[in-house]
């Protein structure tokens, strides 16, 4: 199943080191890596900027092939892993790379974008 992970560029050099997600490393209630689908990515992103005190542009966003069976459904486009996830080969944006200013179209997470993105010009 194709997922993404938000975490910060802190985060990202541990991750990297390791080569994978590890869910040990979890700090809240549920112990797991947290995924998303790519259509929860704005969300993701200023959820994980909100939950560790970071600015949007220190969040990354890595992209991930996971097996279903490794993952547990915590809500629409939410899902969790309590398995390790290698990311070895996988693509990581920035979290600027998302951002998209002319859409008449956007969500509501998109729209929070554009008003924080707004305030740092």
Not at 4 to 12: D, G, I, V
Not at 21 to 30: N, Q
Request: hydrophobic share 40%; net charge positive.
């Amino acid at each position: 199943m194709k997922v993404r992970h938000a975490t910060t560029k802190q985060a990202l050099r541990e991750i990297v080191a390791a080569g994978y997600l590890d869910p040990s490393r979890a700090k809240g209630a549920i112990k797991g890596v947290w995924l998303h689908t790519p259509g929860k990515t704005a969300w993701a992103i200023l959820h994980t900027a909100k939950r560790h005190g970071a600015e949007i542009d220190d969040v990354v966003v890595i992209d991930l092939v996971v097996p279903a069976s490794f993952l547990t459904r915590r809500g629409k486009g939410l899902w969790t892993s309590r398995r390790p996830i290698a990311i070895t080969d996988q693509k990581i944006s920035e979290a600027k790379e998302f951002y998209r200013s002319s859409i008449d179209d956007r969500s509501p997470d998109q729209k929070l974008m554009d008003a924080i993105w707004g305030e740092k010009k």
